[in-house]
């Protein structure tokens, strides 16, 4: 291929960018930048992160995005397609340990033991030995010199259960659980994000007062987690989906 890696080095150079600078702006990886601008197509993951890699970086160097993925889908067959990806993504997929965590499942066998305890804990109290106490001197109550007002420590406020969190709009976690995904965040007609999220690290987390559109390069691979509550699998592992998380989700 020629143009497209050239185009990208030349107005990178004209706005003073370095290639560290541009990594910290986009969250790609320089690896993967220097890839691009070199046209080595063949070192970046897939068809699908290479598009989502160029419509990031035009961003940041102010070049109009759909040009270039023109160009770059015009001058290279597409021999590194989507259907490709997927199969490769699904091989990795078998050979990889699976690790699932059951929320729903754990939660029952904590409650079951929890009950456990405390049916142990009534019957060691209901068979222990009542004693009686022996006679005591009448007690003699002094006088209350506070006037009617109560003691730090009377009212029992200390015990108040924290109430659980209140969302607002629409906040998404998208936790990596089963294997990399490659992300690209939406929020108010603007690209938040767009990278790959790797199984093992941190969960990223989204805010927005009506609705965030998240397309997932790998849908079976995370976990999304919508205002507290964790959602259904929304693809297997290997699909490509859209999906728009709105404030009446």
């Known amino acids: 291929m020629s143009g497209v890696g050239e185009k990208l080095r030349e107005q990178r150079i004209k706005l003073g960018l370095t290639l560290q600078e541009v ?3 986009t969250k790609i990886r320089r690896f993967y930048i220097e890839a691009m601008e070199n046209e080595d197509y063949k070192s970046l993951p897939g068809k699908v992160y290479i598009i989502g890699f160029l419509r990031s970086y035009c961003k940041i160097l102010k070049i109009n995005p759909n040009e270039i993925i023109d160009e770059f889908n015009t001058s290279w067959p597409d021999t590194d397609n989507v259907t490709n990806y997927v199969k490769e993504a699904a091989l990795r997929e078998k050979k990889a340990p699976k690790i699932n965590f059951n929320y729903s499942k754990m939660l029952r066998f904590g409650i079951l033991i929890l009950a456990v305890v405390v049916l142990l804990g009534v019957n060691k109290l209901w068979n222990k030995p009542m004693l009686v106490p022996p006679p005591q001197d009448p007690i003699i109550t002094q006088p209350n010199d506070n006037n009617g007002e109560e003691t ?3 009212t029992g406020d200390d015990l108040a259960v924290e109430p659980e969190p209140v969302y607002t709009g629409v906040n998404i976690e998208v936790i990596p659980v089963r294997g990399d995904c490659w992300l690209e965040v939406t929020i108010d007609n ?3 994000f767009s990278g790959i999220l790797r199984q ?4 990223l987390a989204f805010q927005s007062e009506n609705e965030i559109h998240i397309r997932f390069g790998n849908a079976g691979a995370v976990d999304i987690v919508y205002n507290g509550k964790l ?3 929304i693809g297997n592992m290997g699909d490509v989906v859209r999906k728009t998380f709105a404030v009446d989700e």
């Open 200 to 203: 093992g690290e941190d969960k």
């Open 190 to 192: 603007e690209i938040v």
């Open 152 to 154: 730090p420590g009377e």
């Open 231 to 233: 959602l259904e699998p």
């Open 23 to 25: 990594e910290e702006k």
